[in-house]
């Protein structure tokens, strides 16, 4: 009985993660699960980004809860980047 409800726990747990990550076909980055009391603030995270010589054309929160810059790097080649809003780090980038 006890193993059966662990399996089930696993289960359970498993369709959880797979929903709140996004499945493969949804195309949904997803970024964190932190509430927005614990992101950093929007303004001074473009601030230093622009600082560090990004360039952003625009800037949004995704479904994913990602802030997602499309811009061009340091570099100057076009870019598409989600970070993490809790730390800043990199979830995903694309560039052309």
Do not use: H, R
């Amino acid at each position: 009985m006890k193993s059966q409800f662990l399996k089930l726990s696993a289960i359970a747990a498993s369709a959880f993660f797979v929903t709140a990550c996004g499945s493969p076909e949804s195309g949904m980055t997803q970024c964190t699960m932190e509430p927005q009391e614990n992101w950093l603030d929007q303004e001074q995270f473009q601030q230093s980004l622009t600082e560090q010589g990004y360039e952003i054309n625009e800037f949004k929160v995704t479904d994913g809860n990602c802030y997602e810059i499309y811009g061009f790097n340091q570099n100057k080649q076009k870019v598409e980047i989600y970070f993490n809003p809790v730390d800043g780090s990199i979830v995903k980038q694309e560039n052309e």
